[in-house]
């Protein structure tokens, strides 16, 4: 093991923050560790607090009319379903009936229900199946979603299992989403013990040394456990969704491992250089440090988008997301860089890949020279040290000396030929890569939204099995109906005209009622034909709530509450999709002070998001691998995944656009040769872009193994996206598309380009003049604009 190197710190060289970690590199990580434990305190049990809903609008008209009619008429809003098995003797069997209506006289006494009806009570050939053989016991339970899950778990063994004559299950959207919560958290337990010993693996294959592959794996487990503390907070205040943990894991991991790889490596670059561990971890802290806050920052932003919408279930993976984010962000530029202090070049200790190289052949040394370390790591040539025909900054940036701990002068150097091979080619790359994300995104374009339901489930979850047997063998769906509230004062000749009305509707396979409650209130339940959130009850919505009548008239029932949800995020999605791009136009202007490389981030960030929503329809719409897969297509597409997986997946393309973006610009505003730049850059991220993906990827597929549909739609999503983006976007679009630009990519008119020297964001040390583009320090604003006209001329 090699000396540890250290100086002592100065008080010159880096902000007060870069050094205070540096000079109390313990004292922080013990505070640190304090904080940790107390989030582990803190978060404790926040999965009991979550909802499993949340995607309807709160301020629609069905959220109103349920509400109104779970006060008035809680029979109307049925979400506990005992489904009653009398066998061959049927339901109207006298001992069969007997029990049947001792269990719902039973149930109608316990505290919290509300509302209680059966087939044996009103005769309703929409509660009796039609083989006979079963039949339904309706209630609601009334009250928040937790304290309905509350009630359903203290009566459900009561009522479950065998009662003389019949065998009784329980269904309904209550005990669905109760399940469905459960399944989430054993699912994502063992996401979790399936992503955490890969990622570790992964990171060794990285790094090489075990003692860096696990500091990421640090960061992202304090990242993880300060973000359960933090949504146990937010409970206290608003509702929060059992599916947020999902995202609180995946970001926590990948984001932490992206981070830590981007610093680390660039530590071991500076170690590499020759520098003392103080200073490689000031010089990575200035440099490497400021886009890691920059990139968490865009990540942030892009997930803070969805707080514009009124769904929570989208507003929690909000606040699940910016948390994340943040404290993966500070870990990584705190804990990490207090690490590296203490540690000095025994970060390299421990290097597995060394003890599997011992007895080969000579030739494993080229080998090593020429893999190299995936990430970047201490050994990375220098700007000077490029293959034949890439150039680099001759006056690199610190750390970027040649390598002195024996690796290969020619690590990334791979990179650095695909990026020249892309660049001599960029026409044919551009066009054949554009054409392919395209043609991969065409399914998108049937996409059909719905709702999510029991479906989500596995086909042997409790709950599924009986809303399975109520869909299949029951005349309508019990529960799954309409219901239209009447509000105002009416005469029984006036509502049976209402009703007669409702029932000649297209579409409208019956319609029953009224049932009133005092003066002025009424309900009446339409059947609609066809699936219970379909293209027809969707429409039957629209007509119900456009009919003619002599009171107000508002409409609730699955279908009303898709048309709503779809309503509410229609009407919000250009002020999401607004805030992204603008404040990833100016971050991106912030990083590069140029006005088209913004552009081409946000086109390129889109247009790697094609082969995901792509494979969104083709693969959970249609149906096609639902059997490897093990889901059930209910062909549509939950209406709030879309908008989620776009937020989550573009704000990691931009994390990784930015890692790229900030290499290709130090080396521009050090030599002015824009095609050596881009190959520079590719060379020394494209290892550490695709590992991070790799790893991230990992992550997400672990996610994407739940049981729940949506879950499995998100993780799965999401990876294909991730890896489409650093495999196909950053290695061959990006060139390609920089090449075409030429210089022109880093134009910006002067009053521009001027903010950005004064307020820009930069990760080498000395912020760029207005001439650092071609390294004169003298170019005007007259030949920059001379330079666009001469590019435009050449094309």
């Known amino acids: 093991m090699s000396e540890v190197k250290k100086t002592a710190p100065r008080g010159g060289g880096g902000g007060g923050w870069t050094r205070f970690v540096t000079a109390r590199p313990r004292l922080t990580l013990l505070v640190a560790l304090v904080l940790t434990a107390l989030a582990v305190l803190a ?5 009991d607090r979550m909802g499993s809903g949340g995607w309807e609008d709160p301020a629609a008209e069905s959220t109103y009319a349920t509400k109104a009619l779970e006060s008035r008429f809680p029979g109307s ?25 001792r269990l719902a006289e039973r149930l109608d006494a316990e505290p919290g229900v509300d509302g209680v009806g059966s087939y044996w009570s009103t005769g309703s050939p929409a509660l009796r199946s039609e083989d006979g053989r079963q039949g339904v016991i309706a209630a609601r339970i009334a009250g928040e979603e937790k304290d309905a899950a509350a009630v359903l778990d203290r009566i459900a063994p009561a009522y479950r299992g065998t009662h003389g004559p019949v065998e009784v299950s329980l269904g309904g959207e209550l005990a669905v989403r109760h399940e469905m919560q459960t399944v989430i958290q054993e699912d994502l337990l063992r996401a979790e013990l399936i992503a955490l010993p ?28 300060g973000t359960n503390a933090v949504l146990r907070g937010i409970t206290e205040f608003t509702d929060v969704s059992v599916f947020a943990q999902n995202l609180t894991t995946a970001l926590g991991l990948g984001l932490a491992i992206d981070y830590a790889l981007f610093v680390v490596r660039r530590y071991r670059e500076e170690l590499a250089a020759g520098a003392d561990t103080y200073a490689a971890v000031r010089t990575t802290l200035r440099t490497a440090g400021r886009t890691v806050l920059f990139s968490a920052l865009t990540v942030a932003v892009s997930l803070a988008a969805m707080l514009v919408f009124p769904q929570y279930f989208l507003r929690s993976f909000a606040y699940a997301g910016i948390a994340v984010v943040l404290l993966a962000a500070t870990a990584a530029l705190t804990l990490l860089p207090a690490a590296l202090v203490l540690l000095g070049d025994r970060v390299n200790a421990l290097d597995l890949r060394r003890l599997l190289r ?69 026409p044919v790359f551009a066009v054949v890569t554009t054409t392919g994300l ?15 339901d029991d479906r989500q489930l596995p086909v042997t979850a409790s709950s599924r099995v009986v809303q399975d047997q109520l869909r299949d ?92 949800s779809k309503d509410a995020i229609a009407d919000r999605l250009p002020w999401a999709a607004g805030i992204i791009v603008l404040v990833t136009l100016l971050l991106v202007f912030l990083l590069t002070g140029s006005v088209v490389v913004p552009l081409q981030a946000v086109l390129l960030n889109a247009l790697s998001l094609t082969a995901m929503f792509g494979a969104v329809v083709w693969v959970f719409q249609e149906g096609h691998l639902s059997g490897l897969l ?62 991070a993906a790799v790893i991230l990827a990992v992550v997400m597929v672990a996610i994407g193994t739940s049981r729940v549909t949506n879950t499995k739609m998100l993780g799965l999503g999401v990876a294909l996206a991730v890896l489409m983006d650093a495999m196909v976007v950053r290695s061959l679009l990006v060139p390609s598309v920089m090449k075409l630009t030429g210089r022109l990519t880093w134009w910006a008119p002067g009053p521009l380009r001027r903010f950005h020297d004064r307020f820009g964001i930069s990760e080498t040390d000395a912020p760029a003049g207005p001439g650092a583009g071609d390294g004169t320090g003298a170019e005007s604003d007259a030949d920059t604009d001379a330079e666009g006209r001469a590019y435009s001329a050449a094309r």
């Open 43 to 47: 978060g404790g049990g926040v999965a």
């Open 77 to 101: 809003q049925p979400n506990v379903l005992l489904l009653v098995d009398a066998g061959a003797p049927g339901v109207d069997a006298p001992a069969a009936a007997a029990e049947a209506r």
């Open 198 to 225: 890969l990622t570790l693996v992964l990171l060794v294959m990285v790094f090489g040394s075990a003692v860096a592959a696990l500091l990421p794996l640090g960061v992202g487990i304090v990242a993880i456990l």
């Open 358 to 426: 011992r007895g080969r052949a000579p030739r494993g040394a080229t080998t090593e020279a020429a893999g190299g370390d995936t990430a970047g790591s201490a050994g990375e040539g220098s700007p000077r040290d490029s293959s034949p025909g890439e150039g680099s900054p001759r006056d690199s940036s610190p750390g970027e000396g040649s390598p002195r701990d024996g690796s290969s002068r020619h690590d990334g150097a791979g990179w650095g030929r695909a990026a020249a091979l892309v660049m001599r080619r960029a």
């Open 438 to 452: 395209v043609l991969l995104g065409l399914p998108f374009l049937g996409v059909k939204f719905g709702t999510a």
């Open 473 to 564: 063998g029951f005349p309508g769906s019990p529960g799954g109906g309409l219901t239209v509230l009447a509000e105002g004062e009416a005469t029984p000749a006036q509502y049976a005209g209402y009703r007669e009305r409702l029932a000649a509707l297209d579409g409208v396979a019956r319609a029953e009622g009224p049932v009133t409650a005092g003066r002025g209130s009424a309900s009446f339940t339409v059947v609609p034909e066809g699936e219970t959130v379909g293209a027809d009850a969707q429409r039957v919505v629209g007509e119900l709530r456009a009919a003619e009548a002599p009171f107000k008239t508002t409409v609730t029932g699955p279908a009303a509450v898709l048309v709503d």
């Open 630 to 691: 093990g889901f059930t297509s209910t062909g549509d597409i939950e209406t709030t995944l879309p908008v989620l997986m776009f937020c989550v997946a573009f704000g990691l393309s931009m994390d990784y656009g930015v890692f790229l973006l900030s290499r290709i610009k130090e080396a521009y505003d050090a030599t002015g040769d824009h095609e050596r730049s881009v190959r520079f850059g590719l060379r020394h991220t494209g290892g550490l872009i695709t590992a």
